[in-house]
């Protein structure tokens, strides 16, 4: 079956950082565009960060652009999501998430791992 299961989450200080990671089995993930989303307590979720099938075209959402890199490793069926210079604002549960078309809406995300939970403390 499809599975897509998170790692690498954890607490940190503010202006520390973390390296999330993404294994996908069961489906073809080298097919499918990969994105990284957010869930703080109280809020709704948010699409952190993209990254199409050819591992060229990336986009992240404005609080995060020029701290966080997504990257992605097909030969591996590996997402990344390197995290620097974290804030305590950057709290909240991490999710992976593959679309065979994706942009900012989690609607068209068909396949999701369970989360890992990143703690920012300042």
């Known amino acids: 079956q499809v599975q897509l299961v998170e790692s690498g989450g954890g607490s940190v200080q503010a202006g520390g950082s973390l390296t999330l990671s993404c294994v996908g089995s069961g489906y073809a993930y080298s097919n499918y565009c990969m994105g990284w989303f957010r869930q703080a307590p109280g809020k709704e979720r948010e699409g952190v960060a993209r990254?199409?099938?050819?591992?060229?075209?990336?986009y992240y959402v404005d609080s995060v652009k020029g701290r966080f890199t997504i990257s992605r490793d097909n030969a591996k069926n590996t997402l990344y999501l390197q995290m620097n210079s974290l804030k305590p604002e950057d709290t909240a549960m991490y999710y992976c998430a593959a679309a065979e078309w994706c942009n900012w809406s989690a609607s068209v995300y068909k396949y999701w791992g369970q989360g890992t939970q990143v703690t920012v403390s300042s």
């Open positions: 990254i199409y099938t050819d591992n060229g075209s990336a």
